[in-house]
């Protein structure tokens, strides 16, 4: 499976979110505007993991190896993104397979 390029997950990502806000009946500018921040939370989040995969688990410390702080940064911000779904009453939606389960 190809890889999908990051600009083209994001637009993918709000085009959901934006859905199911108007499946929802939420509406308004101010929903727009934290939309918009989840969306900087996830290019954050994105970073994190990039900075993660580039030094590693460990970095250079005054005394030694230390654990790289974008770890901990990671699970803030991921949990930040979670409390924000979970204000605007989003959830996951089931990925539809094609497969109607007649297997006889």
Do not use: F
């Amino acid at each position: 499976m190809a890889k999908i390029k990051r600009e083209t997950l994001r637009k993918r990502i709000e085009k959901d979110l934006v859905s199911q806000l108007k499946e929802k009946g939420i509406v308004g500018n101010h929903y727009s505007d934290l939309v918009q921040d989840y969306l900087s939370m996830w290019d954050i989040k994105c970073a994190l993991i990039d900075d993660i995969e580039i030094n590693g688990t460990k970095v250079s410390g005054m005394h030694g190896p230390k654990s790289n702080p974008s770890i901990n940064d990671l699970n803030k911000t991921n949990a930040q993104m979670l409390k924000l779904l979970s204000e605007l009453g989003l959830k996951p939606l089931p990925v539809e397979t094609g497969d109607d389960g007649d297997d006889v």
